[in-house]
Structure formats: structure tokens, C-alpha cells
């Protein structure tokens, strides 16, 4: 019978201490399931791998329930055949995934990855949604399996995020590959793929893929700078094995812990049992004598017989309560020497806060004071930080000042960096999931717009009424922009349609600059349209040369300047400012860089979404979902204000409307309006 080996590589897996306290911000895992029973032998092995980007942190096992949904329903289902059952699982998994849209959580959309295979007697069927590549290595050859697949873009009511499924036989040897997308550039630039069919084809496949493991090993430099999954099966007569190896960055300390040390003392102590005493009352016969004056009593002689091994077991144990009252006695003599430590390091952190409260005096008229106070405290914040997890563990008084001293660093901090929390942001209005998913938004004059790729139809909101309405187009709108008196919306793969005086233009086409160009950001200056495709890191622009036509695309960055991939977000204003993904903003003109603005904030930025300005705004706007938090700086990189608050939760868009004088906050289902 055929049996497949599965190999599982996990490239710097997420840790789980950090996904509980929010620090992550993608989740990956794969999930294999061979037949335990004679019921589940009839539907063969299941196997998947999903991945989530932008994770929240109540969706950290996002990826296993989903899996398990699928499996359950998979092996439950009461047909034969593997591909009909594959479709009721993911039928299953559909639902649940429009269950969580409909609570109002929305923020998985786009952002999750998924594929799942099923194998039974060499039929293969398989399925996938978001970057995962699938590939079959046979006999050395490559074959990108997935291009069978006829992607349709996702349904939105009812919500369909599994589509299509493609079937196949394999042989014996054959190779089925699964790998996100990061992995998946990091393999072809490495040459990984190749290796894994030279040696797939130059031995058994099983023993090859084995023996690729080595191969990882002699990269793990290259390959701990990425994240994500590469899932090796091989078909085989052989019995079914299942290996996992992880690549990672992290290491794993050994926390110090006395239950340990005393834990083989506690171990002998049970395993003692205490002797009874041995209590022996020996009465001699008493000899009685009546002397001619009276009578006299016997006396009684009482003798205690205590055994060897009771005085052996005795000994044994004294010595054992010598040891912990010992260890004890040691212990606490460590506590009270960690206590002088820790208040060592209280009173250097309070001469810290002393030097950062001279500077703060001064830094509403001293730039450089200003600058000066923000660091110190933020070293402060930064060397509190490791008492506050473990205050659990330290004495009252220190955990009091712990205390103390972290509410007046995070004052001081919050107000040089102007961020100001706010409680309750006023909601001007709240889609329904059964009617309307929005993703994007745009404001242009009384109005906003909502939209999706995934929906044929734009939402507009009357700002002043707070009322709203569909407005069927039946084209599904990726992106838009402000162009003079309209909004430009763009329908992938390259239409732009204009709304004009309250009504939809004719679809106009772009031409494409080259072959596989990414239209991802979208934005406009004057008569001017500006592409990022952050892919490659290039940047097209395409001139109004009438009012129907749109010239050709012509490169704007400068020619040394093309291999610039760490684009994520663009917005123009005459320069081109450009959000990296290493949470800096530069600004380009004329096609070359300009500046750079490293952004000194507190808090520390993670990971920035989006950058939005324009010819009238003089600020910069950036939102960063993780933190929670929407950022204002003016165009030197200084921070003029940020606004953040618990209720924005799930923060997918903003638009500032023309004047600047209001933000609108899409959060999942909620629109939040912010006047500044």
C-alpha cells in the first residue's frame, strides 16, 4: 500500500510566550493526519499548512481550529471517495470562516494562507488559498502543480474562501512540495529547490529528502532570516514516517527553579517508611515476701528496644531536614542579597529619571533637551521593563517602586510624544457582515467610500447623516485616490474608473510596464498616476494625456535605484514619501532619495501598515494595526500627535479628509471618526 513520508521545516517559528502577549504579528503551522482507524483508511492521509499575517492576538490558534475543522468533517464524511469529502470539509471551513466575518472579524481576510492536500492509493487532491506553492518533483523534474488551480476571486456572500480543488495520480517517488512564499523566494535564491530534485532523483526520494536536511543545516545562517514553512512529502511503499526540524534565531533558557534542586531529597523522603517503634513492656514475675510488720508492692521494669535500621532511618532522616533547613537558610540569604541588587538598580534607574526630569523641564523650548529627556526615559522604560515580569517574584517594597516609577516614566513619555489615549472614539457608523465587508475606505468632500477586492460594490456614507448605501458597480475595487473634482478607483488587473459629480465614468486601461508588474500602492499628483509595484521595489507613472487616455508608463525612480524591494506603503505630495519595511520613511525626488526619517517614538514602532499625505496636508499619517494607534508627523519627521486606543482593535484603513481637519478609522465593522 502506498504510504507517504512527510517532512516538516519550520523556519523561525513564533514563540509562544510572545504570541500570548501580543509581540507577534504572523503565525504559521502545518498539520498532518494519517488514518488511525479502518474508518479513516478509507479517506486516506491529510495534510496542511496555514500561515497568518497581522495576527491579533485572539486569533493565536486561528490556523489549528481551522484545521481542525477541516480534519473532523473530512473523516466523518460518510463517502467513499476522498474528493467529495474534501469538498464537504472545506464547504465546513467556509462556513466557519463566514461565522467569524459575521462577529465582526474581518482582520484574517487577505492576510491568512492555507493549503490542504489529501492522498489516498496515490489519487492526489488538493487545494489552496493566499501564497503557498505547491510543486510535484518527478524524476528530477519540477512541475508548479498549483497553476491547475482556476483561482475566482473570493465570494463574499456567502463568504468562499476555498474554491477549487485539482486532482492527479502520483508514482512511487514522487515529491510534493508545499512552501509560503517567503520560503519560497529564500529556496530559489538559494538554489534549495533544485537540490531537493537532484537528490530526490539520484537516490530513493525518501533517502534524498532525508539527506536534504543536512543541506538546511549548512544554510541555517541564510535561512533563520526568514519565516515559514517548507512541507517535503514523499510517496512510497515504505511505512509512513513523520519528521519536523525547526530552523530559528531564538534559544531556549533554563529557568532556575529550587523545586528542582530539592526535588531528588523530596523523592528519597517518600520513598522512606518510618518504622514503628518497637515497644516491649517486660514485666518480671514479681517475687513477694510477707515480712511479720507488712506487706510490700512489686516494682515494674520497663525496657525500649530499638532496632538498627530504625537508628540508620532516624539518622538519614535528621540529615535530610539538616539539608533543607540548609538550603532554606541559603535561599534565604539569596533573597535578601537579589533585594540589595535589585534596589541597587532602583536607585541607579531614579538618578536616570533625575537627569531625564532636568531635560524634561527644559524641553518645551530646547529641542535637543526634548530629545535628550525621550531617550532617557525611554531607557528607563526599556530597563523597568524586565522587573515588571517578573514583580511577581520580587519583595513589596521593591515592586512599589517598580510600580511608581513606571507610571511617572510612561506620563513623561506620553507627553513628549504627544499620544494621547482615547477611551471611548466617537463611532459614526457600523456595517453589517450579512450586507456589506468593507476593507479599504476614501474620503472625497460630504462623503466616504467603502470597498473591497472582494465585493463587486462600493458603500457610501453620508459623513453628516451617518446614513449610507450600496452602489452597485460590478467591478471589485482594490485601491483608490484623489484626482482633481473625483476619485480614481482601480479594478484589478488595470482599469481605473473615475466618480465625477456623483457618477461612475466608463472604465478607462492602463498599460501594463512589463510583464508580472504588481499594481499595489495607488496614488496621484495633479494630472499624474504613481503604481508602487513593492515587489520588485519600482515605481511607474502614468500621465492624463486626454480626457479618456492615459499615457504610457514611464519608470520613475532612478535607474540605480530599482533593486529597492523594502517598499511597503507610498503616498505623493510632489516628492514621493515611501513607508519601508523596516518602519522608516523616505522621501524621493526627482527619482532619488532625498532623506530618511528614523522615527525616535515612543512607543517603539513594530510594524507600520500605511503612509498617507498630500500636496495640502503638511503632515505625514501612519497607521500601525499592532499598537493600535494612528501617527501625525510633519514632513521633518517630528511628532505632532498620535491618537490610540483599546477600542481600535482591528484597525484595517483611514482616510484625512481634504482640509485635515477629520481622520475616519475603519475597525473591522466600525467606522471611528477622530477631530483634530
Not at 37 to 60: A, C, F, S, W
Not at 316 to 335: N, R
Not at 358 to 367: G, I
Not at 626 to 636: A, F, P, S, W
Request: charged residues 25%; glycine residues 4%.
Amino acid at each position: 500500500m502506498d504510504a507517504m513520508q512527510v517532512f516538516e521545516f519550520h523556519f523561525n517559528p513564533p514563540h509562544k510566550n510572545r504570541l500570548a502577549a501580543g509581540k507577534e504579528d504572523l503565525i504559521f503551522d502545518s498539520f498532518c493526519f494519517e488514518p488511525k482507524n479502518v474508518y479513516e483508511k478509507r479517506m486516506g492521509g491529510l495534510y496542511m499548512t496555514g500561515l497568518l499575517d497581522n495576527v491579533l492576538p485572539q486569533n493565536i490558534r486561528f490556523l489549528e481550529i481551522l484545521a481542525e475543522k477541516i480534519k473532523e468533517k473530512y473523516y466523518k464524511a460518510v463517502s467513499s471517495v476522498p474528493e467529495k469529502s474534501l469538498r464537504d470539509a472545506l464547504r465546513i471551513a467556509n462556513e466557519h470562516l463566514e461565522k467569524i466575518a459575521k462577529q465582526g472579524d474581518v482582520s484574517w481576510l487577505g492576510n491568512l494562507s492555507f493549503s490542504v492536500i489529501s492522498l489516498k492509493n496515490s489519487e492526489l487532491n488538493f487545494t489552496k488559498v493566499g501564497d503557498f506553492k505547491i510543486l510535484l518533483i518527478r524524476k528530477g523534474q519540477i512541475i508548479d502543480i498549483d497553476q491547475r488551480l482556476k483561482f475566482n476571486e473570493i465570494e463574499p456572500y456567502p463568504l468562499k474562501i476555498f474554491g477549487n480543488i485539482v486532482s492527479g495520480k502520483l508514482t512511487e517517488n514522487d515529491v510534493i512540495v508545499v512552501l509560503n512564499g517567503e520560503v519560497y523566494d529564500a529556496f530559489l535564491k538559494e538554489n534549495l529547490l533544485n537540490e531537493i530534485a537532484r537528490k530526490s532523483s539520484a537516490e530513493s526520494s525518501r533517502e534524498g529528502v532525508k539527506k536534504f536536511g543536512s543541506v538546511l543545516n549548512g544554510k541555517k545562517e541564510q535561512l533563520t532570516k526568514i519565516s515559514g514553512i517548507c512541507l517535503l512529502m514523499v510517496l512510497s511503499k515504505e511505512e509512513a514516517a513523520k519528521e519536523r526540524e525547526t530552523l530559528t534565531k531564538e534559544k531556549t533558557l533554563k529557568i532556575f527553579s529550587l523545586k528542582e534542586i530539592f526535588n531528588p531529597f523530596v523523592k528519597i523522603i517518600k520513598k522512606i517508611r518510618v518504622p514503628k517503634i518497637n515497644l516491649k513492656l517486660k514485666i518480671p514475675k514479681p517475687k513477694i515476701s510477707i515480712p511479720k510488720i507488712g506487706l510490700s508492692k512489686p516494682k515494674l521494669q520497663i525496657s525500649y528496644r530499638f532496632s538498627n535500621k530504625l537508628k540508620r532511618n532516624l539518622i538519614l532522616v535528621l540529615v535530610l531536614i539538616l539539608i533543607l533547613a540548609m538550603g532554606f537558610f541559603i535561599f534565604e540569604k539569596k533573597e535578601e542579597r537579589n533585594a540589595e541588587t535589585y534596589q541597587i538598580q532602583i536607585d541607579q534607574i531614579q538618578e536616570k529619571i533625575n537627569l531625564a526630569d532636568s531635560y524634561f523641564v527644559l524641553a518645551e523650548y530646547n529641542p535637543q533637551a526634548k530629545k535628550n529627556a525621550n531617550v532617557l526615559y525611554k531607557e528607563v522604560w526599556n530597563e523597568l521593563s524586565p522587573l515588571f515580569d517578573i514583580s511577581s517574584k520580587l519583595p513589596e517594597t521593591i515592586v512599589g517602586q517598580v510600580s511608581e516609577l513606571k507610571n511617572a516614566t510612561l506620563e513623561k513619555l506620553y507627553q513628549l510624544n504627544k499620544l494621547a489615549e482615547i477611551s471611548e472614539p466617537e463611532l459614526v457608523f457600523e456595517f453589517k457582515a450579512k450586507e456589506f465587508i468593507p476593507l479599504k475606505l476614501i474620503s472625497f468632500k460630504d462623503n466616504v467610500y467603502f470597498f473591497s477586492q472582494y465585493s463587486e460594490n462600493i458603500f457610501e456614507l453620508n459623513a453628516e447623516e451617518k446614513t449610507g448605501k450600496i452602489i452597485e458597480i460590478n467591478q471589485k475595487i482594490a485601491k483608490a485616490t484623489l484626482f482633481p473634482e473625483s476619485v480614481l478607483f482601480f479594478s484589478e488587473p488595470n482599469q481605473i474608473i473615475a466618480l465625477k459629480e456623483g457618477q461612475f465614468q466608463e472604465p478607462k486601461y492602463l498599460q501594463e510596464p512589463y510583464d508580472n508588474f504588481d499594481f499595489a500602492g495607488f496614488s496621484s499628483y495633479r494630472l499624474n498616476l504613481y503604481f508602487l509595484d513593492d515587489k520588485n521595489g519600482e515605481i511607474v507613472r502614468y500621465s492624463l494625456v486626454s480626457e479618456s487616455n492615459w499615457g504610457t508608463p514611464e519608470s520613475w525612480l532612478a535607474p540605480e535605484i530599482k533593486t529597492a524591494t523594502d517598499f511597503k506603503s507610498m503616498a505623493v505630495d510632489g516628492s514621493i514619501w515611501i513607508l519601508t519595511k523596516k518602519n522608516a520613511v523616505e522621501r524621493y525626488h526627482t527619482g532619488q532619495l532625498q532623506k530618511t526619517i528614523t522615527l525616535e517614538i515612543f512607543p517603539e514602532p513594530k510594524s507600520f501598515s500605511k503612509i498617507f499625505t498630500s500636496l495640502q496636508l503638511p503632515y505625514l499619517y501612519l497607521l500601525e494595526q499592532e499598537q493600535k494607534r494612528l501617527i501625525i508627523l510633519d514632513k521633518n519627521g517630528q511628532i505632532v500627535k498620535q491618537y490610540q486606543s483599546e477600542k481600535f482593535d482591528n484597525l484595517l484603513d483611514f482616510s484625512v479628509s481634504e482640509d485635515g481637519k477629520t481622520i475616519w478609522l475603519l475597525n473591522g465593522l466600525k467606522v471611528y471618526k477622530i477631530a483634530t
